[in-house]
Nanobody, 120 residues
Framework: QVQLVESGGGLVQAGDILTLSCVTSGSSRYRMAWFRQAPGKERDFVAA????????YYADSVKGRFTISRDDAKNTVYLQMNSLKPEDTAVYYC???????????????WGQGTQVTVSS
């Protein structure tokens, strides 16, 4: 069983920068991703990164503003969020996928989520 623990969420202002972290158990074996869920909405894909960081994929809504990265030595995946907007407000979830899962949206394990609130 893979355990994922997110941190770094909080209340920020529009235009701010925030970096989320997700510590995992044995993350180097999995593709990693971030999803988010705003109140009353479905959970949406944000970004994904392949093993060895050789490929990334972003939702159009965050492309150019968010960056996903991983440090397998630390079993940690990051989501740096620049130029935050009020519409980025959501609970952000870390996710892990086995290599056999579909790219980029496949998920086999979820974290518990961390709240990000962007004020205008």
């Amino acid at each position: 069983q893979v355990q994922l623990v997110e941190s770094g969420g909080g209340l920020v202002q529009a235009g701010d920068i925030l970096t989320l972290s997700c510590v995992t158990s044995g993350s180097s074996r999995y593709r990693m991703a971030w999803f988010r869920q705003a109140p009353g909405k479905e959970r949406d894909f944000v970004a994904a990164i392949m093993r060895s960081s050789d490929a990334t994929y972003y939702a159009d809504s965050v492309k150019g503003r968010f960056t996903i990265s991983r440090d397998d030595a630390k079993n940690t995946v990051y989501l740096q969020m620049n130029s935050l907007k009020p519409e980025d407000t959501a609970v952000y979830y870390c996710a892990a996928a086995r290599p056999s899962s579909s790219w980029p949206y496949g998920v086999d394990y979820w974290g518990q989520g961390t709240q990000v609130t962007v004020s205008s």
